[in-house]
Structure formats: structure tokens, C-alpha cells
């Protein structure tokens, strides 16, 4: 598995930030034109597509590897369109050129820049100098056994976001087995009835606010991120061995009677994605094995007696209908998606369960 960290371009001088902008600024050109080329003729890494560019300031090698950045740009957002079901259109490219060891060679430093990155520059032959720090977090993972700095960055003006190989360590025998539900007001609820970043609700507004495109919105948008990764690390990751969490996806497409305008408002700023992403990567720093579960009817059944209905639940609270069992519906979300995970351990997602399996699955214990 790879960690990426980012280093400061701070410590350059202004003639080589002044060069490294000039870099960034013919290659983005370079992959914006054969985006556009390739979104009309199709082509491949070959010869022939890349004499499609002119005259331009890059090399060869550079030349090259915004071709390959432009294809990967042009078939991912081909194929994305197309699981979304809408008209794809042809991507701009203003983010970080993506350069692998045939650009980048990095080194240990001297003194206090303690780490040199060397990059090629626009012409052949020479490479230009950066001196910088490794942060807390690039040594927190160099310090793990077996780790070792990827020769390659992705470039911008604002930092270098360098690569950290670590080894793929077997996930472990012993432990607790623990799910998670994942909500829109609440970050995160287990199934031991715990709730974690139950302050999200304010988090998420302060971004709705915020006006799109903004230095204000981008702000809470990190404010955000920052928030969902200090509120999963609290998560009992070393007692755990495996970890439950739902399979989400689609949800906020289609119109449906319960989507209403102040619910597509409250979901606007949830990145559910990013929250399963991160708990992915958590589980994998802390050798736990993530299950995905079908969340179908998860807060809407009840763990007491199996009844599923839509009245169970109003808003935050579960009322089961039959017989009365009350609680958090997260909390019983979570405690349904224990049993699920229970059921499909070692699988990818879970199949939907049929109600007397999960009844005779609620019976068994917890530890």
C-alpha cells in the first residue's frame, strides 16, 4: 500500500519556484491539448499520437507522460459518465503533473533540509535543486518497518506530494469484530452504541454555506476533511480484527418522494465516499479486515424481534411497531449491520439476508 504525504516548496528560491511554475504551466498546456485531441480522435501511447503536439518547451520524456496523464484523465472520465448515466463531456486539466523516477530522483538532505528533491527541468540534460523537510507524518511512515520513498511525485505550486511504499501485512487472526454506521448527522455510530463526531451536522452546514468556488468554501471543505480523519482515528482499531460498514453508493441521485429539498440540502455536503475510503485505509494501517454489508432496511429492522417496516423509524429515533423496542436509529443500524457482517465475513458485499437467518445470527454473541 502507498501513503502520500506532502512537502513544502517554501524553502526554494524564487527563480526555482519561478521554474518550477514554468514547468507546470507548458505541461499543463501539453495534457489540455491532448485531451482535447483525444476526446475527438482517439489514441494511444504511440509515436504517432504524440506528433500530434508542435512545437513546445518540453521534452521528449515530458511530452510523453502528459500524453499518458491525458489518456488516464480521458478514460476515466468516459467511464465514469457512463456508470452515471450521463452525457460525458471533455475534461480540463489544472491539477498536479503526476511524474514518475524518469522525472524525479529524491535524497536524503543535509543539515536542517533534510530532504533534496531533484527534478528535471523543460529541456533535457540538467535537473533543477528543491531542499525541503520531511514532515511529521512522511517520518512517522518511513519509520514503519520495510517502508520506502516511491522515486516520483505529483507536482504543483503549492507542494510535492511525495509516495511512501509500505508492505501489505496480513490482517490479524485475533481481535473484536465491530460495525459501523455511517450518517448524516452523527459521522459515525457502532454497533457497541458508541456515536463519534456527533458534531458533524455543524461541519457540513459551514460548507453549504459557503459560496461555491470560494476561498471560504475551500476552507471548510478541509475543515471538513480534517474533521472526518480525527473522528475515525478514534475508532478502537487495535482491539478490532475486522470491521463492518455499509456499501454506499447512488445516494444522492434519482428523485424519490423522500428526497425532498431540505433532505438533497443536508446531503449536498456528506461525502459518505470519502468517509469509506478512509476507514478502508485505516483498517488496512491497522491490519483490520473491512467487510461491506447491504444497508438495505438496516435502520429499519428491528433487532429484537426482525419486524422491517418504514414507521420504525422518525428522523434520529427507532420505534419498532410490534414490539415496542426502542433506541438510536443509528445505533440499530450499526447492530443490524453487525449481524450482516457476521453472516458474509470474507466476503465483498453482502447478499440481503432473509429474516430468519438474521434473527438466529442476532443470537449470537457479541464477543
Not at 352 to 361: C, E, M
Amino acid at each position: 500500500m502507498r501513503r502520500a504525504c506532502k512537502v513544502s516548496l517554501k524553502f526554494a528560491t524564487r527563480k526555482k519556484r519561478r521554474a518550477v511554475a514554468a514547468l507546470l504551466q507548458s505541461y499543463r498546456a501539453a495534457v489540455n491539448f491532448f485531451l482535447r485531441s483525444l476526446w475527438d480522435h482517439p489514441g494511444g501511447l504511440d509515436a504517432a499520437t504524440l506528433a500530434r503536439l508542435g512545437q513546445t518547451r518540453l521534452s521528449q520524456r515530458y511530452k510523453s507522460q502528459a500524453l499518458r496523464q491525458a489518456l488516464e484523465m480521458v478514460s476515466a472520465t468516459r467511464k465514469s459518465a457512463m456508470v452515471l448515466g450521463v452525457e460525458p463531456s471533455c475534461p480540463v486539466f489544472t491539477g498536479a503533473a503526476v511524474l514518475d523516477g524518469k522525472f524525479v530522483l529524491i535524497e536524503e538532505g543535509h543539515g536542517s533540509f533534510d530532504l533534496v528533491v531533484r527534478l528535471s527541468r523543460l529541456k533535457a540534460g540538467s535537473r533543477l535543486t528543491i531542499p525541503t523537510r520531511k514532515t511529521a507524518i512522511l517520518k512517522k511512515w518511513l519509520t514503519k518497518p520495510l517502508a520506502k520513498l516511491v522515486q516520483g511525485c505529483a507536482l504543483s505550486e503549492t507542494g510535492i506530494i511525495l509516495w511512501v511504499e509500505l508492505p501489505d501485512l496480513p490482517p490479524k487472526e485475533e481481535g473484536d469484530i465491530l460495525a459501523v454506521d455511517i450518517g448524516v448527522n452523527k459521522l459515525v455510530s457502532d454497533s457497541e452504541g458508541n456515536h463519534y463526531g456527533t458534531e458533524f451536522k455543524a461541519v457540513r452546514d459551514r460548507v453549504r454555506r459557503r459560496k461555491p468556488g470560494s476561498r471560504g468554501r475551500a476552507r471548510a471543505c478541509r475543515q471538513r476533511v480534517n474533521f472526518i480523519n480525527r473522528v475515525l482515528k478514534q475508532l478502537p482499531w487495535g482491539r478490532l480484527k475486522v470491521i463492518g460498514h455499509e456499501a454506499l453508493h447512488d445516494l444522492k441521485r434519482g428523485k424519490r418522494k423522500s428526497r425532498n429539498k431540505a433532505f438533497r440540502k443536508a446531503i449536498s455536503p456528506w461525502t459518505y465516499r470519502l468517509v469509506l475510503t478512509r476507514i478502508d485505509q485505516l483498517a488496512q494501517e491497522n491490519r483490520v479486515r473491512p467487510v461491506s454489508y447491504d444497508p438495505r432496511n438496516t435502520s429499519r429492522e428491528c433487532p429484537a424481534c426482525g419486524t422491517v417496516s418504514k414507521d420504525n423509524r422518525k428522523g434520529e429515533r427507532f420505534c419498532c411497531q410490534s414490539c415496542g423496542h426502542a433506541d438510536d436509529a443509528d445505533t440499530v443500524g450499526a447492530r443490524n449491520g453487525f449481524v450482516r457482517t457476521l453472516a458474509t465475513l470474507g466476503s465483498v458485499e453482502s447478499p440481503r439476508l432473509p429474516k430468519a437467518l438474521a434473527v438466529a445470527l442476532r443470537q449470537t454473541p457479541t464477543h
